[in-house]
């Protein structure tokens, strides 16, 4: 959470903010897809069933594919910055 948002990732591999004024969506990103990543592994996003997102020093962190018995699984740790 960060003033006004409340960040939540779904089975359906989104990751939504939702306002806390009145609930409306108000970010969203699918992380149901394939991934460039910095050390050149394949990474691939899915379902959220685990941890939540982290919200530190300006950035937000999710890990996408805790798919465990009935989600999407995937491998990728995802940061999002303010640019």
Known sequence: MI???VF???ADGGMRGYSTRDGSIIWEFDTN???ETINGV???GGSF???GVVVVGGMLYATSGNGGLVGRPGN???AFGVD
């Open 8 to 10: 939540s990732g779904s």
């Open 33 to 35: 897809r394939s991934f």
């Open 76 to 78: 990728v740790l995802l």
């Open 42 to 44: 394949t990474a691939k």
């Open 49 to 51: 069933d685990g941890p």
């Open 3 to 5: 003033p006004g948002v």
